[in-house]
């Protein structure tokens, strides 16, 4: 069994920034790829970031130059998202996403709202 927990969302004004962390655990022997997607209300689910096994990381345009994907290599699948410059469009629940293999595994999510 693999689990995902994400932390660090919440209510913040436009301008400001917020820190994501995601911890995975469970049958997990490789350093993998992560990645955070996010679902506004209403809207599909949309890939915000990745971080492959060796530190690559890609971003979609809408967020490029205001956030930041990283991993703690201390410990082992750990992802973090730093978002600065939050604008009200980014208010959405936010997933951290884990890839083995053929086989994707999501955490529960966590809530950013960001005030305008």
């Known amino acids: 069994q693999v689990q995902l927990v994400e932390s660090g969302g919440g209510l913040v004004q436009a301008g400001g920034s917020l820190r994501l962390s995601c911890a995975a655990s469970?049958?997990?022997?490789?350093?993998?790829?992560m990645a955070w997607y996010r679902q506004a209300v209403g809207k599909q689910r949309e890939w915000v970031s990745t971080?492959?096994?060796?530190?690559?990381?890609?971003y979609a345009d809408s967020v490029k130059g205001r956030f930041t994907i990283s991993r703690d290599n201390a410990v082992k699948n750990t992802v973090y998202l730093q978002m600065n410059s939050l604008k009200p469009e980014d208010t959405a629940v936010y997933y951290c996403?884990?890839?083995?293999?053929?086989?994707?595994?999501w955490g529960q999510g966590t809530q950013v709202t960001v005030s305008s």
């Open positions: 996403m884990l890839n083995i293999g053929l086989n994707n595994y």
């Open positions: 469970g049958s997990i022997f490789n350093i993998n790829t």
């Open positions: 971080i492959t096994s060796g530190g690559s990381t890609r």
